[in-house]
Protein backbone atom coordinates (compact mmCIF):
# COMPACT_ATOMS: atom_id res chain seq x y z
CA UNK A 1 0.00 0.00 0.00
CA UNK A 2 1.45 3.51 -0.81
CA UNK A 3 0.96 6.73 0.92
CA UNK A 4 0.32 8.71 -2.53
CA UNK A 5 -1.11 8.17 -5.91
CA UNK A 6 2.03 6.93 -7.63
CA UNK A 7 5.22 4.43 -6.86
CA UNK A 8 7.31 7.31 -6.11
CA UNK A 9 5.04 7.75 -2.71
CA UNK A 10 6.20 6.49 0.53
CA UNK A 11 4.90 2.32 1.05
CA UNK A 12 3.02 2.05 3.81
CA UNK A 13 2.29 -1.54 4.12
CA UNK A 14 3.94 -4.79 2.59
CA UNK A 15 2.50 -8.33 2.77
CA UNK A 16 3.91 -11.16 0.68
CA UNK A 17 1.81 -14.28 -0.12
CA UNK A 18 3.30 -17.74 -0.79
CA UNK A 19 1.51 -20.42 -0.32
CA UNK A 20 -0.60 -23.25 -2.83
CA UNK A 21 -4.35 -22.17 -3.80
CA UNK A 22 -6.26 -23.78 -1.54
CA UNK A 23 -4.44 -22.54 1.47
CA UNK A 24 -4.27 -18.69 0.36
CA UNK A 25 -7.40 -17.97 -1.39
CA UNK A 26 -8.67 -17.75 2.88
CA UNK A 27 -6.20 -15.32 3.16
CA UNK A 28 -6.82 -13.62 0.67
CA UNK A 29 -10.11 -12.87 1.41
CA UNK A 30 -9.37 -11.99 4.92
CA UNK A 31 -7.02 -9.68 3.44
CA UNK A 32 -9.53 -8.06 1.18
CA UNK A 33 -12.28 -7.43 4.09
CA UNK A 34 -9.73 -6.85 6.76
CA UNK A 35 -6.46 -4.54 5.14
CA UNK A 36 -8.27 -3.10 1.80
CA UNK A 37 -12.37 -2.68 2.74
CA UNK A 38 -12.99 0.55 4.34
CA UNK A 39 -16.46 1.40 5.49
CA UNK A 40 -18.08 4.80 6.16
CA UNK A 41 -21.43 6.65 6.98
CA UNK A 42 -22.83 8.84 4.25
CA UNK A 43 -26.06 10.35 3.81
CA UNK A 44 -28.18 10.03 1.57
CA UNK A 45 -31.41 12.29 3.20
CA UNK A 46 -31.94 14.06 6.29
CA UNK A 47 -32.78 11.21 8.30
CA UNK A 48 -30.86 8.78 6.94
CA UNK A 49 -27.61 7.40 6.27
CA UNK A 50 -26.05 4.08 4.23
CA UNK A 51 -22.52 2.60 4.51
CA UNK A 52 -20.83 2.57 1.82
CA UNK A 53 -17.19 0.71 0.83
CA UNK A 54 -14.23 2.57 -0.70
CA UNK A 55 -14.46 -1.24 -2.99
CA UNK A 56 -16.77 -3.53 -3.26
CA UNK A 57 -15.22 -6.42 -1.93
CA UNK A 58 -16.92 -9.51 -3.89
CA UNK A 59 -15.57 -7.43 -6.58
CA UNK A 60 -11.98 -7.09 -5.52
CA UNK A 61 -12.13 -10.78 -4.62
CA UNK A 62 -13.37 -11.86 -8.34
CA UNK A 63 -10.41 -9.81 -9.62
CA UNK A 64 -8.07 -11.39 -7.34
CA UNK A 65 -9.28 -14.64 -8.31
CA UNK A 66 -9.23 -13.93 -11.92
CA UNK A 67 -5.37 -12.67 -11.34
CA UNK A 68 -4.95 -16.03 -9.96
CA UNK A 69 -6.38 -18.36 -12.41
CA UNK A 70 -5.28 -16.87 -15.50
CA UNK A 71 -1.49 -15.50 -14.42
CA UNK A 72 1.61 -17.44 -16.33
CA UNK A 73 2.93 -19.96 -13.92
CA UNK A 74 5.70 -20.11 -15.85
CA UNK A 75 6.75 -16.60 -15.40
CA UNK A 76 8.86 -15.45 -12.36
CA UNK A 77 7.43 -12.47 -12.25
CA UNK A 78 4.83 -12.10 -8.81
CA UNK A 79 0.65 -11.28 -9.55
CA UNK A 80 1.07 -7.79 -7.98
CA UNK A 81 -1.34 -6.32 -5.96
CA UNK A 82 -0.88 -1.69 -6.03
CA UNK A 83 -2.77 -0.29 -3.66
CA UNK A 84 -2.42 3.97 -4.29
CA UNK A 85 -4.74 6.37 -2.61
CA UNK A 86 -7.31 6.65 -5.34
CA UNK A 87 -6.81 3.30 -7.31
CA UNK A 88 -5.99 -0.23 -6.90
CA UNK A 89 -3.78 -1.80 -9.48
CA UNK A 90 -3.74 -5.61 -9.90
CA UNK A 91 -1.08 -6.97 -12.76
CA UNK A 92 -0.38 -10.62 -13.14
CA UNK A 93 1.81 -12.08 -15.90
CA UNK A 94 0.32 -13.68 -19.09
CA UNK A 95 -1.69 -11.25 -21.41
CA UNK A 96 -5.10 -12.78 -23.20
CA UNK A 97 -4.77 -15.87 -23.93
CA UNK A 98 -6.06 -18.47 -26.74
CA UNK A 99 -8.99 -17.10 -28.30
CA UNK A 100 -9.49 -13.81 -26.04
CA UNK A 101 -8.02 -10.70 -27.61
CA UNK A 102 -7.88 -7.36 -27.43
CA UNK A 103 -10.68 -6.84 -29.61
CA UNK A 104 -13.54 -9.53 -28.40
CA UNK A 105 -12.34 -9.02 -24.61
CA UNK A 106 -14.43 -9.43 -22.08
CA UNK A 107 -16.73 -11.32 -24.74
CA UNK A 108 -14.77 -14.18 -25.54
CA UNK A 109 -12.57 -15.97 -22.77
CA UNK A 110 -10.12 -18.88 -22.33
CA UNK A 111 -8.07 -20.82 -19.98
CA UNK A 112 -4.44 -20.92 -20.15
CA UNK A 113 -4.94 -22.88 -16.73
CA UNK A 114 -8.04 -24.98 -16.93
CA UNK A 115 -7.24 -27.59 -14.21
CA UNK A 116 -6.46 -24.49 -11.61
CA UNK A 117 -9.91 -22.66 -13.16
CA UNK A 118 -12.03 -26.20 -12.36
CA UNK A 119 -10.46 -26.76 -9.54
CA UNK A 120 -11.25 -22.93 -8.07
CA UNK A 121 -15.08 -23.83 -9.42
CA UNK A 122 -15.05 -26.87 -7.30
CA UNK A 123 -13.97 -25.02 -4.44
CA UNK A 124 -16.75 -22.51 -4.54
CA UNK A 125 -14.33 -19.57 -6.14
CA UNK A 126 -15.26 -19.21 -9.55
CA UNK A 127 -18.33 -20.24 -11.56
CA UNK A 128 -16.25 -20.15 -15.36
CA UNK A 129 -20.11 -18.74 -16.68
CA UNK A 130 -17.79 -15.68 -18.66
CA UNK A 131 -19.68 -13.38 -15.83
CA UNK A 132 -17.14 -12.24 -14.03
CA UNK A 133 -16.25 -8.88 -16.01
CA UNK A 134 -19.82 -7.78 -16.33
CA UNK A 135 -20.71 -8.62 -12.33
CA UNK A 136 -17.59 -6.82 -11.21
CA UNK A 137 -18.17 -3.19 -13.43
CA UNK A 138 -21.63 -3.23 -12.05
CA UNK A 139 -20.52 -3.89 -8.82
CA UNK A 140 -18.17 -0.82 -8.86
CA UNK A 141 -20.55 1.32 -10.28
CA UNK A 142 -23.65 0.30 -7.61
CA UNK A 143 -20.81 1.06 -4.80
CA UNK A 144 -20.76 4.71 -5.98
CA UNK A 145 -17.34 4.08 -7.61
CA UNK A 146 -16.74 3.90 -11.53
CA UNK A 147 -16.25 1.07 -14.22
CA UNK A 148 -12.93 -0.25 -13.60
CA UNK A 149 -9.86 0.12 -16.74
CA UNK A 150 -9.04 -3.04 -18.30
CA UNK A 151 -5.45 -2.56 -19.97
CA UNK A 152 -5.19 -5.73 -22.64
CA UNK A 153 -2.71 -3.71 -24.27
CA UNK A 154 0.18 -4.95 -22.59
CA UNK A 155 1.63 -8.18 -24.31
CA UNK A 156 3.23 -10.16 -21.23
CA UNK A 157 0.75 -9.09 -18.40
CA UNK A 158 -2.68 -8.13 -17.74
CA UNK A 159 -3.76 -5.29 -15.54
CA UNK A 160 -6.67 -4.35 -14.08
CA UNK A 161 -6.83 -0.65 -12.10
CA UNK A 162 -9.97 -0.48 -9.68
CA UNK A 163 -10.84 3.25 -8.12
CA UNK A 164 -11.48 3.89 -5.11
CA UNK A 165 -15.15 5.42 -4.76
CA UNK A 166 -14.35 7.49 -2.32
CA UNK A 167 -11.79 9.81 -4.28
CA UNK A 168 -14.36 8.99 -7.17
CA UNK A 169 -17.44 10.94 -4.99
CA UNK A 170 -14.92 13.66 -3.63
CA UNK A 171 -13.79 14.36 -7.19
CA UNK A 172 -17.11 14.65 -8.62
CA UNK A 173 -17.83 17.51 -5.77
CA UNK A 174 -14.73 19.11 -7.14
CA UNK A 175 -15.15 19.02 -10.41
CA UNK A 176 -18.88 20.68 -9.78
CA UNK A 177 -17.55 23.64 -8.71
CA UNK A 178 -14.32 23.78 -10.66
CA UNK A 179 -16.00 26.02 -13.43
CA UNK A 180 -17.33 28.57 -10.80
CA UNK A 181 -13.62 28.51 -9.09
CA UNK A 182 -11.47 28.77 -12.46
CA UNK A 183 -12.11 32.45 -12.61
CA UNK A 184 -10.41 33.09 -9.03
CA UNK A 185 -7.64 30.78 -9.48
CA UNK A 186 -6.38 30.74 -12.60
CA UNK A 187 -4.37 34.37 -11.91
CA UNK A 188 -2.94 32.20 -9.23
CA UNK A 189 -1.65 29.62 -11.47
CA UNK A 190 -0.53 31.83 -14.22
CA UNK A 191 2.00 33.09 -11.93
CA UNK A 192 3.51 30.30 -11.55
CA UNK A 193 3.76 29.45 -15.28
CA UNK A 194 5.10 32.83 -16.75
CA UNK A 195 8.08 33.51 -17.84
CA UNK A 196 9.26 30.25 -16.66
CA UNK A 197 7.26 27.88 -19.00
CA UNK A 198 5.79 30.22 -20.71
CA UNK A 199 5.35 33.22 -22.40
CA UNK A 200 2.78 35.96 -21.92
CA UNK A 201 1.32 35.67 -24.94
CA UNK A 202 0.22 32.37 -24.26
CA UNK A 203 -1.67 33.44 -21.47
CA UNK A 204 -5.18 33.33 -23.39
CA UNK A 205 -4.07 30.08 -25.02
CA UNK A 206 -3.32 28.39 -21.43
CA UNK A 207 -6.53 29.40 -19.94
CA UNK A 208 -8.85 27.98 -22.52
CA UNK A 209 -7.13 24.41 -22.13
CA UNK A 210 -7.13 24.57 -18.79
CA UNK A 211 -10.59 25.66 -18.29
CA UNK A 212 -11.87 22.87 -20.69
CA UNK A 213 -10.17 19.97 -18.31
CA UNK A 214 -13.57 20.14 -16.76
CA UNK A 215 -13.35 16.34 -18.20
CA UNK A 216 -10.28 14.43 -19.52
CA UNK A 217 -9.79 15.49 -22.84
CA UNK A 218 -7.68 14.11 -25.30
CA UNK A 219 -5.33 16.48 -27.51
CA UNK A 220 -7.17 16.59 -30.49
CA UNK A 221 -10.30 18.28 -28.60
CA UNK A 222 -7.56 20.65 -26.90
CA UNK A 223 -6.21 21.61 -29.84
CA UNK A 224 -9.76 22.46 -31.49
CA UNK A 225 -10.32 24.58 -28.06
CA UNK A 226 -6.84 26.34 -29.37
CA UNK A 227 -7.40 26.34 -32.80
CA UNK A 228 -4.00 24.84 -33.59
CA UNK A 229 -2.72 21.12 -34.73
CA UNK A 230 -2.69 18.55 -32.91
CA UNK A 231 1.37 18.45 -32.58
CA UNK A 232 1.36 22.46 -31.60
CA UNK A 233 -1.34 21.44 -28.95
CA UNK A 234 1.52 18.81 -27.83
CA UNK A 235 4.86 20.02 -27.93
CA UNK A 236 3.98 23.73 -27.57
CA UNK A 237 1.16 23.42 -24.29
CA UNK A 238 0.07 19.79 -22.97
CA UNK A 239 3.93 18.58 -21.91
CA UNK A 240 5.08 22.00 -20.58
CA UNK A 241 1.16 21.83 -18.65
CA UNK A 242 2.22 18.34 -17.97
CA UNK A 243 6.23 19.28 -16.50
CA UNK A 244 5.05 22.00 -14.38
CA UNK A 245 2.40 19.39 -12.60
CA UNK A 246 -0.81 21.26 -13.52
CA UNK A 247 -2.30 17.94 -15.59
CA UNK A 248 -1.33 14.67 -16.10
CA UNK A 249 -2.27 12.00 -18.61
CA UNK A 250 -4.62 9.52 -18.37
CA UNK A 251 -2.41 7.13 -19.48
CA UNK A 252 1.33 7.51 -18.39
CA UNK A 253 2.50 3.72 -19.13
CA UNK A 254 1.72 4.74 -22.84
CA UNK A 255 2.40 8.22 -24.07
CA UNK A 256 1.28 7.71 -27.53
CA UNK A 257 -1.37 5.67 -27.03
CA UNK A 258 -4.43 6.55 -29.28
CA UNK A 259 -6.89 6.76 -26.06
CA UNK A 260 -4.32 8.97 -24.73
CA UNK A 261 -6.14 11.95 -23.00
CA UNK A 262 -5.18 14.85 -20.36
CA UNK A 263 -6.95 16.12 -17.13
CA UNK A 264 -6.22 18.53 -14.32
CA UNK A 265 -4.30 17.04 -11.38
CA UNK A 266 -6.35 16.91 -8.26
CA UNK A 267 -5.08 19.55 -6.28
CA UNK A 268 -4.33 21.49 -9.08
CA UNK A 269 -6.47 24.45 -8.40
CA UNK A 270 -5.86 24.20 -4.05
CA UNK A 271 -2.85 26.26 -4.67
Given at each position: ?21 AK ?6 S ?7 R ?12 N??N???D ?13 D ?16 E ?36 V ?18 G ?6 V ?14 K ?20 K ?14 K ?5 I ?32 I ?7 T ?21
Open positions: RFVGLDKASMIDDDKPFYDCLMMPKLDFIDFGVITRPIAVSILREKQSYPAALRELILNACMHRYQSNMPTRFYQFEDRIIMNPGGLYGKARPDNFPEVNDYRNPIIAQSLKIMGYNMFNRGISRVKSMMVENGKEPLFNDKITAFEVISFSSDHTDLQEEWGEFPKMFPKIFPMIDKLIPCCFQYEDDAIERLGSLTEPKSARELAKVVKCSVRTIKEKYLYKLQAGLIVMIPDKPTSKNQKYKLKMDTYII
